[in-house]
């Protein structure tokens, strides 16, 4: 952690130094050389320095924290897939830190573990530095395999002994961006990297004699509370998103409700307006039987109504109960309303009948009353046919009229019945033929 301090101090003196325009200052010479001797702290007790350094190296990585944190969770996306913009970024901070790592004052300043001899920079050096930085690139789509890529070309660059360098703390916003959007094997994930860090700990210190069990200990933690930085940035993101989806249901549920209230206070009023005058109107002595038997066959049809309302809206406020009779039922239901009618339909079942339920069963029920309306509307004067075949996979129904068009009706519909109905044959898989 005396390292990570003077690394801040370097940078802030570098500067600062470019700043004025002192830097032949004997301490600004100092401060920015990572290898700096530790008399610059020496008045400065151990674990002020720790806690010191932690604080400022955590504010240093918050812009990175919370640009990772407001990006992790988009509407309808996954952590893997981010958008290219975003991916953009990444590749940017990448290019920031690998650039600097070339930048005289800067390139020497950076993350390290230990304090071997310096190896000159070549090939291999400058690859390694590379990896460190451009493992930021793929943090937001590969977080796993950004984590290995920085902590594996950070521990080659420490056993070989090359110089300290500001792409290093690459490993840092790797260590905080897996921690904040690595969705599986977060346990797994944390134990292999504390094996792989004991490891190189245990491979530095026959190495570097200035490396010490506390100072690889503090550098440990250092990187454990970036991880668990970065999970509590998760589970921020985490609870924002719900409340934001709590929030969106809640709408939906108060705007379903809202429809319901309406088609209630509109539609089943004037809808038992109907019914009321059709009930009433079987009591006046003048009317015939014909007339009668029609007035309770619109009575009949207006219950038959509120009752598929009252079920409708109780759907939209989520308080339906399923007391729906089987759509066998219900089609035998519509087609007897059509003939108390005056319609002439014709009924005819093939194959062996079998329970419908669920979204077939009222798809089949309601292709076979569209189909009747349809019938009555546009060849009034015909007689229907409705045949209903069951086959072992599918189920086929087919409503046909022998009359001819009504004058008119066409012009008057407005076609939505049979828009409908496509519609729902095909939300359940099947084709709908209308000639």
């Not at 350094?53 to 990175?64: G, M, V, Y």
């Not at 009353?369 to 072992?392: F, W």
Request: glycine share 8%; with cysteine; charged share 20%.
């Amino acid at each position: 952690m005396c390292k990570c301090m003077q690394v801040l101090l370097g940078v802030l003196a570098t500067l600062d130094c470019h700043a004025f325009g002192e830097t032949n200052s004997p301490t600004a010479r100092k401060l920015i050389s990572f290898r700096a001797e530790r008399k610059v702290l020496a008045e400065v007790p151990l674990f002020v320095q720790q806690h010191v350094a932690t604080a400022c190296l955590l504010c240093a990585l918050w812009p990175f924290t919370r640009l990772f944190a407001s990006s992790m969770y988009d509407s309808g996306m996954k952590l893997a897939r981010f958008p290219l913009a975003r991916s953009r970024w990444d590749a940017v901070t990448a290019a920031v830190l690998i650039g600097l790592s070339f930048v005289p004052g800067l390139a020497q300043q950076g993350l390290e573990l230990a304090a071997s001899p310096d190896r000159p920079l070549n090939l291999l050096g400058i690859t390694l530095i590379v990896l460190q930085g451009g493992s930021v690139a793929i943090l937001r789509r590969w977080p796993q395999w950004s984590l290995a890529l920085a902590f594996s070309a950070f521990s080659a660059y420490q056993l070989f002994g090359f110089p300290t360098t500001f792409a290093a703390l690459g490993l840092l916003v790797a260590v905080v961006g897996a921690g904040a959007m690595l969705q599986r094997h977060r346990m797994l994930i944390s134990i292999l990297a504390l094996g792989c860090y004991a490891t190189l700990v245990a491979a530095l210190i026959p190495i570097d004699a200035t490396l010490t069990v506390p100072d690889a200990l503090a550098f440990g933690a250092l990187l454990a509370a970036l991880w668990i930085f970065g999970s509590w940035l998760r589970t921020q993101a985490t609870m924002r998103r719900d409340r934001a989806g709590q929030a969106e249901r809640e709408a939906i549920s108060a705007e379903r409700a809202r429809i319901a209230h309406e088609l209630h206070d509109v539609v089943t009023h004037h809808v038992t307006a109907i019914l009321v005058q059709a009930e009433a109107g079987q009591y006046h002595p003048d009317l015939d039987r014909r007339t009668l038997d029609l007035l309770a066959s619109i009575a009949d049809g207006g219950r038959k109504t509120l009752a598929d309302l009252r079920s409708l809206l109780g759907a939209l406020d989520g308080k339906a109960e399923n007391t729906r009779a089987p759509a066998e039922q219900q089609a035998a239901e519509v087609i007897a309303r059509a003939q108390a009618a005056g319609q002439r339909v014709k009924f005819v079942e093939q194959g062996q009948r079998y329970p419908l339920t669920g979204a077939t069963g009222l798809v089949v029920v309601r292709v076979v009353q569209e189909g009747l309306t349809n019938a009555l509307k546009y060849a009034r004067e015909g007689a229907a046919t409705v045949a209903i075949s069951y086959g072992k996979r599918e189920i086929m129904i087919e409503v046909a009229s022998s009359g001819r068009n009504a004058k008119g009706a066409a012009a008057k519909s407005g076609g939505r019945g049979i828009i409908g109905m496509r519609e729902r044959v095909e939300l359940v898989g099947g084709q709908l033929q209308v000639e």
